[in-house]
């Protein structure tokens, strides 16, 4: 998929605009320390205030190269300590919300070759959707399949609309409730990963919750 870099920077700032304003709204209605409800509308703002910094942080990654092309920086790194910084991140994201379990494959090599910056970016972007749509667990996975390391977010979500499912194999656009970026983001990630004359893909499907597969050649 092509972007018009314009686009994605109205879409962005749109986006951010709308964060930062149920933020605000958020932050307003926190009752004072001790009162109940403190502590989930504190959590609520915490998480909205994470998922704009990852947003400028990804953006930020993607813009500042001149012809907007996300330019990985390839190195071998352990899946295995990907699996796990994502894992924490993700507990301290959701703060007892959801039961966060990770699966390694036992013929998971010890090395792979990425950008670990990136695909840190668009598994937290997989994160940040099961977040706001698990019911009550999430997963990470880390797999071999196709050749490929396969490094999977899985929930227990009703799963992906099928429009948004339909999008994905045509690489057309989709409508969304929020701005539809954060997939978009990770598409774009993993497509910017090739080896060998292979493309990394995003890969999504329902098992039957929502199931977001990175595929890395
Ligand atoms: N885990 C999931 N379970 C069910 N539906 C999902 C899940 N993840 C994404 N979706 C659906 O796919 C749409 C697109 O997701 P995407 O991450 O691209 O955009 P968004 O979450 O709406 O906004 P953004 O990520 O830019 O803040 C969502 O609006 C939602 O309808
Ligand atoms: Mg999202």
Known sequence: MKFDGTDLYAALIHELKN???????TLESIPLQGESGHDGAVDASRLLCQGVVDRLHQALRVYKAADQQI???IDAYSPHDLVHAVRDRTIALCRGRLHV??????????????????????LINGIHNALAHAASTLRIEA????GCLALIV????????????ASMA????????????????????????????????????????????LMLP
């Open 154 to 165: 899985r929930d227990d979500s009703a799963g992906y609309p099928a429009h948004i499912l």
């Open 170 to 213: 045509t690489d057309g656009p989709y409508p969304t409730t929020g701005t539809g970026l954060g997939l978009r983001f990770s598409r774009l990630i993993a497509q910017s990963h090739d080896n060998k004359g292979r493309s990394g893909e995003l890969r999504l499907c329902n098992d039957p919750g929502a199931v977001f597969c």
């Open 143 to 146: 797999s071999m399949r196709e």
């Open 71 to 73: 330019h990985p920086a």
């Open 19 to 25: 964060n930062l304003g149920l933020l605000a709204m």
């Open 101 to 122: 379990e990770t699966q390694l494959d036992p013929d998971l090599p010890a090395i792979w070759f990425f950008d670990r910056d990136l695909i840190e970016m668009a």
